[in-house]
Nanobody, 120 residues
Framework: QVQLVESGGGLVQAGGSLRLSCAASGIIFSINAMGWYRQAPGKQRELVAATTGGGSTNYADSVKGRFTLSRDNAKNTVYLQMNSLKPEDTAVYYC??????????????WGQGTQVTVSS
């Protein structure tokens, strides 16, 4: 069974930094894309940053220049370095893995979510 284990959320003042980590565990042969989404209270879940199957990375306009996504394929892990955080970045951040090739085929997975709170 595949699990996405997230860590690194917390409370930070505006202008501060946090680093989120997400490790996929289980019998995994390959992962097509990995990334982070977030959901603020009363809002829909939105893309923050994600790799594509071709290896490029997409960022939400609101985080470009402040957030950096990196991926360690050998460890099935993705990191999100968040700098210059703003109160509007406050949300639950969810790790996502798409096209995960496992024994039963190819599936998508979500992490349980980690809270990021930015105080003004």
């Amino acid at each position: 069974q595949v699990q996405l284990v997230e860590s690194g959320g917390g409370l930070v003042q505006a202008g501060g930094s946090l680093r989120l980590s997400c490790a996929a565990s289980g019998i995994i042969f390959s992962i097509n894309a990995m990334g982070w989404y977030r959901q603020a209270p009363g809002k829909q879940r939105e893309l923050v940053a994600a790799t594509t199957g071709g290896g490029s990375t997409n960022y939400a306009d609101s985080v470009k220049g402040r957030f950096t996504l990196s991926r360690d394929n050998a460890k099935n892990t993705v990191y999100l370095q968040m700098n210059s955080l703003k109160p509007e970045d406050t949300a639950v951040y969810y790790c996502n893995a798409q096209g995960v090739r496992v024994l039963a085929g190819k599936r998508d997975y979500w992490g349980q979510g980690t809270q990021v709170t930015v105080s003004s």
